[in-house]
Structure formats: structure tokens, C-alpha cells
């Protein structure tokens, strides 16, 4: 059996600064400590994306330090609020493909992670997200060479549309064509972030989860335009846990006051 972290949508800004009176960089230093606390023996963390408000460099060193001396590897994705030469530039170890996009896999020993690169720099709407022909190249290779070994695939923006209209119309524009290449091979679970509320799906007859930001949350106003909404809920990760085809996904607020050290009555 694997564990696998998921934190998503940082929102990372240069203290003082916060989003909605909200500290991202206070948020993921809690999220951290506390999935460090109760998860150390995860194999992985995953970064699903918009690590930054806004690509900025300052920011991304204002992310930096967060991340060093993790119990545990981490891999990071780009989102729509990221920039890549920044993020290059802060990071010169990241993995980054031939054709210069932010993707990489991670074999565990019962599963292989494939991590994609969806900021679309050019995109006709801004925000969206968009897999061009050399990134699908690249993952039907990846997943081509796991041959039977169950895959989960990481991407920032969701490959369906979830009901939040507004986030809806800035999400994944081909992202049929992807679940077109991933509905050929052993992929047993796509997980996104972008929207900021936890979320399940079936589409196509596979199998998806969307996280929780660290940071800010949308509120539940399905069926209405916009994404500039956001909420002070708790901040939030995923856990994954995998044992052979099988896949298992938690979700732990992690702002939310600390239960694990209360006693309870059986």
C-alpha cells in the first residue's frame, strides 16, 4: 500500500499580504506541520498547482523555504496563477519535459503518479487550462511505458465541468480529448484541484477527485457565474491510499480544531 499527499491551489503571497484577510503563507505551514504530525509515513506530496498568486518571483521564493526539510519528496504541477521561468528559476531541480513543460513521474512500488503541466500562457480565455498535442505526446508515452501497473494521473485544472459555472468556464478546454487517451490505459483515479471544494466524479466511466485549497474556498453557488468568489473555510489536503488497482481518497481540514488529541468515549 502507497499515501499519497495532496495539497492544492497555495495561493502563495508575500507576507504581509493575504487573500480575503487569510495568510496563505501561515496556511500551508499549518497544513504542513499537521499533515507532518499525523502522515509522516506517506511515500509522496503532491502539489497540484497554483503554488503562487501570481507567478511572481518574490513569491515563489516566499514558497521556498516552506517546503524544505519535508519528511516526505514532493513533486509540483503548475496552475493558471503560475508562470514557469519563475518557477524554473526558484526551483532549477523541478523536472521539467523536452519540450519545457512541468511534467514528471514517480513510480511507487505499487503505482505509477503522473504529474501534468495545464497552464495554457496563450489561452483565449484567460485562467483556462489546455493540454497541447506535445504534452498528450508525452503522457501517452509515460503511460504507455507503465504498462499494467495502475497509474494516478495529477493535474491542476479538473478535466469535467463541476456545476460551478463561473470556474466551469475556465476550466480543462480539451479535456475530452485527454479522458479520450486516459480511458486506454491503467488509469485508476484523475485528481485536479483549481476550484477550491472537495469533489467526486464519474465522467466517461472514470474516476476523479477534486481538493480543497490550503487557503480560501468557494462557496457552494452552483449554477452561477464568476470565480472571483471566496470564503474563509478551512483549509484542506487530500490523502490517497493505494493497495494494488485499488484506490482510497481522504480529504482532512486541517484548520478545523485538533481531535487527534482528545480522548473519546467507545
Not at 496556511?27 to 506517506?42: F, I, N, V
Not at 503511460?143 to 495502475?150: E, N, Q, S, T, Y
Not at 460551478?164 to 480543462?172: A, E, P, V
Request: aromatic share 6%.
Amino acid at each position: 500500500m502507497s499515501k499519497i499527499l495532496v495539497m492544492t491551489d497555495l495561493h502563495i503571497t508575500v507576507p504581509p499580504e493575504t487573500i480575503i484577510d487569510l495568510n496563505p503563507v501561515e496556511r500551508l505551514h499549518e497544513g504542513l506541520a499537521h499533515a507532518a504530525r499525523l502522515h509522516p509515513d506517506a511515500d509522496h506530496l503532491m502539489l497540484t498547482g497554483d503554488l503562487t498568486h501570481e507567478g511572481s518571483a518574490a513569491q515563489y521564493q516566499a514558497l521556498k523555504p516552506l517546503l524544505a526539510d519535508l519528511p516526505w519528496p514532493a513533486t509540483m504541477l503548475m496552475g493558471n496563477h503560475d508562470l514557469r521561468g519563475p518557477f524554473c528559476a526558484t526551483f532549477p531541480d523541478a523536472p521539467v519535459t523536452a519540450d519545457g513543460f512541468v511534467q514528471s513521474v514517480v513510480d511507487l512500488p505499487d503505482v505509477r503518479l503522473i504529474s501534468l503541466d495545464t497552464l495554457d500562457t496563450e489561452a483565449a480565455v484567460e485562467h483556462a487550462g489546455r493540454l497541447c498535442p506535445a504534452r498528450l505526446n508525452w503522457l501517452e508515452q509515460v503511460l504507455r511505458d507503465a504498462g499494467d501497473k495502475p497509474c494516478l494521473l495529477f493535474l491542476h485544472h479538473p478535466p469535467f465541468d463541476t456545476g460551478f459555472n463561473g470556474m466551469d468556464g475556465i476550466g480543462l478546454v480539451n479535456a475530452d480529448e485527454l479522458l479520450a487517451l486516459t480511458g486506454q490505459y491503467n488509469v485508476r483515479h484523475i485528481f485536479a484541484g483549481h476550484i477550491h471544494r472537495t469533489i467526486t466524479a464519474t465522467v466517461q466511466n472514470q474516476s476523479m477527485t477534486v481538493f480543497k485549497s490550503t487557503c480560501h474556498q468557494m462557496p457552494m453557488i452552483l449554477g452561477q457565474e464568476g470565480f472571483g468568489h471566496s470564503v474563509p473555510e478551512p483549509g484542506a489536503y487530500g490523502i490517497i491510499l493505494t493497495n494494488g488497482q485499488d484506490v482510497v481518497v481522504h480529504t482532512e481540514d486541517f484548520t478545523l480544531p485538533d481531535m487527534q488529541s482528545r480522548d473519546f468515549e467507545e
